[in-house]
């Protein structure tokens, strides 16, 4: 019994060291800064040189077809108006004709209005997904290049301390090269 008394405290006290210890180690280690920036994606999607570009191409692409629709616009609200004016004196047969022909021709220019706009929607939707990728990339190669832990992009309030989407808006002026934080 002798023995086991000397022995308890030995074993107590190396326990609490055990236990002690962890925590001994964590208090050397100072924690490391979290380095966290903002950035506003959806600026960066608008005032992006890229986004400027596509947005130029796309009119370019279109604009034969707008003007081509907006020249059958014309010519369907003129002979509308000719209609308007010469069908009192039209007979029931004639007037019955122009008003069917009329419909047709309206229900033809909205299908190609509605056509021409679901175009339009998909390749803005195409090019939206391309520069969204690449103002991705060139977030992600600003935070590396800047030692950022952690950057985020949606959030209720960010301190203008933590925006950086001047700089990475910087980035994707200059080119491909990540700008400097």
Do not use: C, W
Not at 22 to 30: E, F, K, L
């Amino acid at each position: 019994m002798f023995h086991v008394n000397r022995v308890t405290p030995v074993l107590a006290t190396l326990a609490a060291v055990m236990l002690v210890m962890p925590s001994m180690v964590q208090a050397q280690q100072a924690p490391k800064a979290l380095k966290v920036g903002f950035v506003n994606v959806q600026r960066l999607l608008i005032e992006s040189p890229q986004a400027n570009a596509a947005n130029r191409a796309l009119e370019n692409e279109f604009a034969p077809r707008q003007r081509d629709l907006q020249a059958k616009q014309k010519a369907f609200k003129d002979r509308a108006d000719k209609f308007q004016k010469d069908g009192a004196v039209m007979g029931a047969d004639e007037r019955r004709n122009a008003e069917n022909d009329l419909r047709r021709d309206e229900r033809e220019l909205q299908r190609q209005i509605e056509e021409l706009r679901e175009d339009l929607n998909n390749r803005k939707n195409e090019e939206l997904g391309k520069l969204r990728i690449n103002v991705l990339r060139q977030i992600e190669g600003f935070a590396k290049q800047g030692g950022y832990d952690l950057i985020v992009s949606d959030a209720l309030y960010v301190s203008p301390a933590l925006d950086v989407t001047s700089q990475v808006l910087q980035g994707l002026q200059s080119g491909s090269a990540p700008a400097k934080p």
